[in-house]
């Protein structure tokens, strides 16, 4: 492929072809919903996004979104809950996302959202703030501390 690749209309093979390093790739219940909520509350940028699979990127990062129907032939399906959260034990961290920002839009969402911990300073010199996305993953959204806030939290 001679340019930058369109990640709009990049076909399935020239696209799994060019991944490289570590990738992320959840499964959703409802793509098209968990793209909406990953852009509006954390300014994901959706480059694709169908009833069967999406692609977004963070800063650098590509993340994929798989509907459960498409890995019927793999056997990740058979582990996952009928309903109910997902991504127990799985943290995701957006290291270059405003956590009351985050906080603020994901309480204006329709997307059934859960704040599971509120914009907090962390010794770790990180304010984060923990969402919870109707699948179960857990989204944690950081932005570095200050000097000051770093001499108040230690």
């Known amino acids: 492929m001679s340019g930058p690749m369109d ?10 072809q060019s991944l490289r390093g570590l990738g992320l790739n959840l499964l959703a219940r409802d793509v098209q919903r968990l793209a909406g909520f990953l852009a509006e509350v954390f300014a994901m940028t959706v480059h694709r996004a169908s009833v069967d699979f999406a692609i977004l990127s963070y800063g650098d990062s590509l993340l ?80 570095p501390l200050t000097d000051d806030e770093v001499a108040k939290v230690g």
Not at 7 to 16: E, I, K, R, S
Not at 88 to 116: C, F, K, N, Q
Request: aromatic residues 6%; hydrophobic residues 40%; proline residues 9%.
């Open 64 to 143: 994929q979104i798989h509907a459960d129907h498409t890995y019927h032939s793999h056997p990740l399906p058979s582990l996952l809950p009928e309903s109910g959260p997902r991504g127990g034990g799985v943290e995701i961290r957006l290291y270059d996302t405003d956590p009351d920002a985050a906080a603020a839009r994901a309480a204006a969402h329709d997307h059934a959202s859960v704040l599971l911990q509120a914009p907090v300073n962390k010794p770790h010199g990180l304010r984060e703030c923990v969402l919870l996305c109707e699948n179960g993953y857990a989204w944690l959204a950081s932005r």
């Open 7 to 16: 990640l709009a209309t990049v076909g399935a093979a020239p696209f799994g």
